[in-house]
């Protein structure tokens, strides 16, 4: 239990990181794309606009739970996530421009900077999933499964774990009164009573 407190937190800690290097290095890439538009007191904010893009990513990522090391998660909902994520920064990130009447930033510079970070986030993200989902199907961080019942429920369950390898889970058997019922790939590990 302590390796996994552990290898989830080292995972998340990770993720954190990763996310924020693609922030700062999807605002480094637009804001160069883009120099040769934006004004010169724009560009000699260059540190505040920096700084404050970075302060208002943690409540989004504190709000919006990072969830890729979960054994069921669908990439669906992961990009979902993100775009909450980046929602609820765009609102932050542009509530502190007006507070500090930074106001000369190009809509076209906002929207460029937050269509290119969903899709490097999302990228990143999911490459982070794919590569946990890959590590787990080498049969490294698994859980070991009983299931108790093997009617058609307990039977879906089974067929469901050892559908997808990449979930890491790693099924002992089934307890049931019945051993009739249980697949006949899977061990009858006794009675349910």
Request: hydrophobic share 50%; net charge positive; charged share 20%.
């Amino acid at each position: 239990m302590k390796q996994q407190t552990r290898y989830s937190h080292l995972l998340k800690s990770m993720i954190v990181l990763g996310d924020y290097l693609v922030l700062n290095a999807t605002f480094l890439l637009v804001f160069f794309l883009f120099r040769f538009y934006l004004r010169e007191d724009v560009i000699s904010e260059f540190y505040p606009l920096l700084m404050a893009l970075n302060i208002c990513y943690i409540p989004s990522f504190l709000i919006f739970r990072i969830t890729l090391h979960s054994r069921v998660i669908f990439a669906d909902k992961i990009v979902q996530n993100i775009f909450y994520i980046i929602l609820l920064h765009f609102v932050l990130f542009t509530a502190t421009l007006a507070f500090f009447k930074i106001e000369e930033v190009s809509r076209l510079f906002i929207i460029s900077f937050y269509s290119i970070l969903f899709i490097s986030l999302a990228s990143w993200r999911l490459s982070v999933r794919f590569s946990i989902k890959l590590y787990r199907k080498k049969g490294f961080n698994f859980k070991l499964v009983v299931i108790i019942g093997a009617g058609k429920n307990g039977n879906a369950l089974y067929e469901e774990m050892i559908d997808d390898p990449g979930y890491g889970f790693r099924i002992l058997g089934f307890f049931e009164d019945n051993p009739v019922k249980i697949p006949t790939n899977s061990k009858w590990l006794g009675n349910t009573a």
